[in-house]
């Protein structure tokens, strides 16, 4: 959606706009995002925005980043890669719904209505050895909005956001990370978010749970877009503090663990994350690292 629509839907939120100063580009960008408005006395008022979509985000978004938004799509991870590889940066893919999503490893992601659905494409502020800890940023982002309305969570290696529970953990929301290079040879980074933000128990899969479980309240998914996003924007400003913070929320160091990478299985204890951002486990036969992998938190013998 072009800058204007964006600068004239926030005029609007200010009050009404005399008719020679609206950009028509600007006007059928709000038209074509069903913003509602009407024309009177020589200027646009604005009647109504959707509750969830391109205008509720933009209205209030802190963070330089354009927004596409779709109401279904099948994967946002995979318009946001073609995104990427046409050269396009610091641009989100938000979805309602998703048809298609993807889990890692080939694995597939519910995404019903109610979810946030978020693929966030931008130049790496990291050299390609240090690239896993970008990665981490979407773990740190989705534990730093869930606590903003008092959910608590904690991250098991390397991105399930998840909330303890005697019966077990619980997952929150999954990360999907992808990087590559562009036709001009420039490197992007795609951080795709799914975060269960205002599902009921009877439309997510066993094992999962919602903010709006959670936090037995409506959530509000424009809000979580905007604080999810201020929040990686944040992090990756920062790249340095992405260790701490996943440090800080983590459930898997200290844990006796079982990696699996697409080429090998290994056992241990968990202990750091390197400052490039893999996972150091303490093995019989030393220590290992691994960027990449599923991980089982096992019981100590
Ligand atoms: C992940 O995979 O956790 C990464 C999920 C990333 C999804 C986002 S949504 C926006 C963007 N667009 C996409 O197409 N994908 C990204 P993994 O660690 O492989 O976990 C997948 C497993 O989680 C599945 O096999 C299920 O067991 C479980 N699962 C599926 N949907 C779930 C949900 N909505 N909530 C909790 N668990 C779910």
């Keep these: 959606m072009p800058e204007t629509g964006r600068s004239?839907?926030?005029?609007?939120?200010?009050?009404?706009?005399?008719?020679?100063?609206?950009?028509?580009?600007?006007?059928?960008?709000?038209?074509?995002?069903?913003?509602?408005?009407?024309?009177?006395?020589?200027?646009?008022?604005?009647?109504?925005?959707?509750?969830?979509?391109?205008?509720?985000?933009?209205?209030?978004?802190?963070?330089?980043?354009?927004?596409?938004?779709?109401?279904?799509?099948?994967?946002?991870n995979d318009r946001a890669r073609s995104i990427a590889t046409a050269?396009?940066?610091?641009?989100?893919?938000?979805?309602?719904?998703?048809?298609?999503?993807?889990?890692?490893?080939?694995?597939?992601?519910?995404?019903?209505?109610?979810?946030?659905w978020c693929s966030i494409v931008f130049t790496p502020t990291l050299q390609a050895s240090h690239r896993s800890l970008l990665q981490l940023a979407g773990a740190?982002?989705?534990?730093?909005?869930?606590?903003?309305?008092?959910?608590?969570?904690?991250?098991?290696?390397?991105?399930?956001?998840?909330?303890?529970?005697?019966?077990?953990?619980?997952?929150?929301?999954?990360?999907?990370?992808?990087?590559?290079?562009?036709?001009?040879?420039?490197?992007?980074?795609?951080?795709?978010?799914?975060?269960?933000?205002?599902?009921?128990?009877?439309?997510l899969p066993p094992d999962a749970t919602s903010l709006r479980i959670e936090s037995g309240r409506d959530i509000d998914r424009a809000t979580t877009v905007q604080r999810l996003l201020a929040s990686v924007w944040k992090l990756r400003a920062a790249p340095e503090t992405i260790r701490t913070s996943w440090r800080d929320r983590s459930l898997t160091l200290g844990q006796v663990v079982r990696i699996e990478t697409d080429t090998r299985t290994l056992r241990g204890r968990a202990v750091d994350i390197t400052e490039t951002g893999a996972l150091a486990v303490e093995t019989d036969s030393g220590r290992e690292v691994v960027s990449a992998g599923d991980c089982d938190h096992l019981r100590p013998e």
């Design 8 to 76: 004239l839907l926030r005029k609007l939120l200010a009050g009404p706009v005399p008719i020679e100063e609206v950009d028509p580009e600007a006007r059928t960008t709000l038209a074509a995002a069903n913003v509602e408005y009407s024309t009177r006395d020589g200027a646009l008022h604005l009647d109504t925005i959707p509750a969830y979509g391109w205008a509720a985000i933009v209205a209030d978004l802190a963070v330089p980043i354009g927004i596409e938004f779709h109401e279904t799509i099948p994967s946002t």
């Design 87 to 116: 050269g396009d940066r610091d641009v989100a893919v938000v979805a309602a719904e998703q048809t298609g999503g993807q889990g890692r490893r080939d694995r597939s992601w519910e995404s019903p209505r109610g979810g946030v």
């Design 140 to 203: 740190v982002a989705v534990a730093e909005t869930a606590a903003e309305i008092g959910v608590n969570v904690g991250i098991k290696w390397p991105n399930d956001v998840l909330v303890p529970d005697t019966d077990g953990p619980k997952k929150l929301a999954g990360i999907l990370s992808e990087s590559g290079t562009d036709e001009d040879g420039r490197a992007w980074v795609v951080v795709g978010i799914g975060l269960n933000a205002d599902i009921p128990p009877e439309a």
